[in-house]
Nanobody, 122 residues
Framework: VQLMESGGGLVQAGDSLRLSCAAS????????MGWFRQAPGKERQFVGA????????YYTDSVKGRFTISRDNAKNTVYLQMNSLKPEDTAVYYC????????????????WGQGTQVTVSS
């Protein structure tokens, strides 16, 4: 499975961005998709996850009510809609695919994209 993120950029606080993650290859084996982020000097942090089969999703507390994950099964693509962005959301955002788990633990994921930079200015 190959993952390709897109949609990052430089925005101002309060703006919105939508990230996309297109999956290719043996996508039929994928059980769930996750979004993670990593800010400079910090550990990678779970953002949210979605299960392919039923669209069930969950988020880390800091993004609840602002970020929304969705999926398009026909396109093998997952989206991360980010609204009301804050400077503390600045990070490289990664999507990841898990063959077996629906999890907030990064080691549960088998495949990772290259990341896309999101920068939020104050």
């Amino acid at each position: 499975v190959q993952l390709m993120e897109s949609g990052g950029g430089l925005v101002q606080a309060g703006d919105s961005l939508r990230l996309s993650c297109a999956a290719s290859g043996r996508t039929s084996s994928s059980y769930a998709m996750g979004w993670f982020r990593q800010a400079p000097g910090k550990e990678r942090q779970f953002v949210g996850a979605i299960r392919w089969s039923d669209g069930r999703k969950y988020y880390t507390d800091s993004v609840k009510g602002r970020f929304t994950i969705s999926r398009d099964n026909a396109k093998n693509t997952v989206y991360l809609q980010m609204n009301s962005l804050k400077p503390e959301d600045t990070a490289v955002y990664y999507c990841a695919a898990s063959n077996y788990k629906y999890s907030d633990y990064d080691r549960a994921y088998d495949y990772w994209g290259q990341g896309t930079q999101v920068t939020v200015s104050s």
